[in-house]
């Protein structure tokens, strides 16, 4: 007998002689005394190979607070965890979940518990952010006693089914956290001791060059060089070799050298030694021992005509796990640094959400990281506010100074309001509130201060605008593309450039991959042009708008009129003459200028190189809303008859669960996601001029509330069904169906069999005409066969 039992059996012999004569069952006392008073939890694993299929059991058991009848117990997860849907409907399939009672021992004189059945079943917003997803059981017709057992299985493989796909991204200390509502009165008590389970990356799969995309002549170009899984995870370090070699535009050889990955950490290598030769260099990275490790190929363009020493990459929002994000402050900037081959970071906080300890920490964060000529960073305070205040605007504290958040030097909060866990009291404590008093807790320095409005969950609402501090705008980031968002604020006359970012909240900043549900494309980039890499010179090419913005690719693109370049504000006589220059990954689709009306020019590649034949493209994407839960579930079928599908090749998907296979002789199903992006499929076939082509499918919701083994369809445009024949294709060359919702879209397109540019110049004019507000914005947007997309920042022009 243990110490702790021998004194509560002492203990339980002074009560019984104070109570007198009584009835209770014998030993229930020492044993409930012995129980967590709302219970404990334990599972079966540890660690887990992230994106794989498993079987999870979690077992609550029952605390010395027993579990009345209609009592709940819940177990949650972090909502931005792309964790595939659980299902309670069919045992057989994937990610069923499973409640089951298991009564624990009765003591002499005990009854046994009266709970008949639970009910189980998976609510994503079934608690309180950040651990907002939940699966819920309910008691059902009786209670639990203290000791008894409630066992969750997470992809309950009993009924045949292949398990749970568990999230795709790594994660140090992944959290399954446990309430239980004990007297069923809808109050939950945190169950002690959360679940912890390692998410660990798998095997190498493919390898990311990440680095400068032009420099000038003589300067040093950093590149990293990562080893990464199939999900896009940074593989951990295990030895090995990486073989890299570079060369010239005239395909000589000029670098080869093998470089060995670290034995512990990432497996990630720093290159800066790279030659500095005139032209574009060709950089091809393999690694030796793993065949299955396709070679990876980057670019980089190097003269002495680049308006900076080289292409500066920013990611300024970032979520650590202080609020929504992923691992620490400190892991979230080594990665973007030593994987994402960052030069510029923004540590971002949910301002009601920080705790004001750990904002302090964060910061200190970034001064520990932000080393002037090697890598920059600022902290960022997002504020929250509703789309009916304004929208999601981020606070990028350029200037070396303590920045004013979370209090001014007055005492004043300038949060959205306070709304976090560790919060004193049920009231909500409001601070700046609506944007208008953003904006006034910082206009008395604009210089040190960049607020850019994005989309996010809470977007942004353009009927605000402050010139002075709202620079940027976010269009761009792992919640998707949003051009139009761009196309608005310039088309209201706001001068305002262009951003894009991460707002990562998976631990992997830098252009991040892209995994299931809410973040389902790459993380944006923002290309800056700045004289040198510090604080100062960074900030003020942000709010100079001398910036391009990407969707995740070291690609860039470059605008000039004379001594003016993208960004600029200027007064021009005449006609005005802008040259560009484009600098991809892959092949260049289109490249295409816009104003305040919409498009006025665009080149399109494969017409300029000739259309083949035998070559065509269906394209499709878009998003069905432009508020969170925006991307549209595509499922669909193309069908060719009277024509021979002799390949097809898919480009746009983000990972493997986005696919498309071949059905007999006439078909190609597919399915994919998207979220303003666009998938394609390229076919080559036969007889193309005599052949039909008929396009049909479903354009599915996301699957909020409900069963995710039903279809939700998206009411405006639930089904499609387009038919076209090969002769009306070959006379238009690019055929469009607009679906509405925000920019749904199916077009086919013929393409050509040469080669797209990976580098792009060339100029445009513009008429001297400026619009009711009294100037002209010009912009430039081009886009990959890969749907890699690029923006510049407009220039503003006042024709005299």
């Not at 203290?146 to 200390?173: C, K, M, N, S, W």
């Amino acid at each position: 007998m243990s110490d702790k039992t021998s004194s509560l059996s002492v203990q339980y012999q002074a009560l019984r002689e104070r109570l007198g004569p009584h009835y209770a069952p014998q030993g229930l006392y020492e044993r409930n005394k012995q129980l967590p008073f709302v219970g404990r939890v334990n599972c079966n694993v540890s660690q887990l190979e992230t994106g794989s299929w498993n079987e999870i059991v979690i077992d609550y058991e029952v605390g010395a607070a027993g579990l009345a009848d209609g009592g709940w117990f819940k177990t949650t997860f972090k909502f931005y965890s792309d964790w595939a849907l659980f299902q309670t409907s069919d045992p057989s399939a994937a990610n069923y979940v499973s409640a089951e009672y298991q009564a624990g021992p009765l003591v002499a004189g005990q009854s046994p518990a009266t709970v008949q059945a639970l009910a189980v079943r998976f609510d994503q917003k079934g608690h309180e952010r950040p651990f907002q997803k939940a699966i819920i059981v309910d008691v059902v017709d009786g209670y639990l006693n203290a000791g008894d057992h409630i066992i969750i299985r997470l992809g309950d493989r009993r009924g045949g089914g292949p398990g749970t796909r568990v999230q795709t991204f790594t994660e140090d200390r992944f959290r399954f956290r446990c309430y239980v509502d004990p007297l069923g009165t809808s109050r939950f008590a945190a169950v002690p001791g959360d679940i912890v389970i390692d998410m660990v990356a798998g095997d190498p799969a493919r390898i990311l060059i990440a680095g400068s995309r032009f420099a000038k002549t003589g300067e040093i170009a950093p590149f990293r060089v990562s080893l990464q899984d199939r999900w896009g995870n940074a593989c951990t370090a295990q030895g090995g070799d990486l073989l890299l070699k570079a060369f010239d535009a005239k395909g000589h050889q000029v670098y080869s050298r093998t470089h060995a990955f670290p034995s512990e950490g990432w497996a990630s290598i720093g290159i800066d030694d790279l030659p500095s030769v005139r032209g574009t260099l060709t950089i091809v990275a393999e690694t030796s021992g793993l065949p299955a490790v396709k070679p990876a190929t980057a670019y980089l363009d190097i003269d002495d005509d680049y308006p900076a020493p080289r292409s500066f990459y920013a990611d300024l929002h970032v979520h650590a796990s202080d609020t929504v994000g992923t691992n620490s402050p400190a892991s979230n900037a080594a990665y973007a640094r030593d994987i994402g081959g960052m030069d510029v970071l923004g540590y971002t906080a949910n301002d009601f959400q920080i705790t004001d300890e750990n904002w302090q920490l964060g910061v200190s964060t970034v001064e520990e990281f932000n080393e002037p000529g090697r890598f920059v960073c600022y902290p960022v305070q997002e504020w929250c506010g509703s789309s009916t205040a304004g929208g999601d605007h981020n606070v990028v504290f350029l200037g070396d100074d303590k920045p004013g958040f979370p209090y001014n030097a007055r005492g004043e909060h300038n949060r959205t309001f306070l709304w976090n866990e560790d919060m004193k009291g049920s009231a909500v404590e409001t601070g700046r509130w609506p944007v208008e008093e953003l904006w006034d807790a910082y206009l008395h320095d604009p210089q040190h201060h960049l607020i850019m409005p994005h989309v996010g969950g809470r977007r942004y609402i353009p009927d605000w605008h402050h010139p002075e501090l709202e620079r940027l705008v976010e269009i761009a980031s792992a919640w998707g593309h949003f051009g139009w968002l761009y196309q608005d604020v310039i088309s209201r006359g706001y001068r305002i450039g262009v951003a894009a970012s991460g707002d990562e909240h998976r631990g992997r900043p830098g252009g991040g991959p892209p995994g299931t549900q809410v973040f389902g494309v790459h993380g944006g980039l923002t290309g800056i042009i700045a004289d040198t890499l510090d604080r100062k010179s960074i900030g003020r090419a942000l709010r100079n708008r001398h910036t391009w913005a990407t969707t995740g690719e070291h690609t860039a693109l470059l605008v000039t009129a004379g001594q003016h370049r993208q960004g600029d504000e200027f007064t021009q006589k005449g006609p005005l003459e802008i040259d560009y220059k484009l600098l991809g990954t892959t092949g260049w689709d289109e490249i295409a200028a816009y104003d305040h009306t919409g498009l006025i020019w665009k080149r399109n590649l494969h017409e300029e190189l000739g259309y083949s034949d035998r070559l065509i493209r269906l394209r499709w994407g878009g998003a069905r809303v432009p508020d969170r839960y925006r991307w549209a579930s595509w499922r669909g079928r193309i069908t060719i008859t009277n024509g021979i599908i002799n390949r097809f090749q898919s480009h746009g998907f983000e990972h493997g669960e986005e696919t498309c296979w071949r059905e007999g002789a006439t078909d190609i199903v597919f399915r994919s996601d998207t979220y303003g992006d666009a998938d394609s499929i390229e076919i080559d076939l036969s007889n193309l001029r005599h052949c039909k082509i008929r396009i049909e499918g479903t354009i599915d919701s996301y699957i909020k509330v409900g069963d995710p083994l039903k279809r939700n369809p998206f009411v405006h445009a639930p089904e499609f069904v387009w038919e076209i024949s090969g002769e009306e294709l070959m006379a238009g060359g690019a055929l469009r169906q607009e679906l509405g919702g925000t920019e749904l879209f199916l077009a086919l397109e013929r393409l050509t069999e040469k080669a797209l540019p990976i580098s792009l110049t060339g100029s445009l004019t513009i008429d001297p005409k400026n619009a009711e507000f009294g100037h002209r914005p010009v912009y430039l947007h081009a886009r990959q066969r890969d749907d890699a997309k690029i923006w510049s920042s407009a220039m503003f022009v006042t024709f005299g």
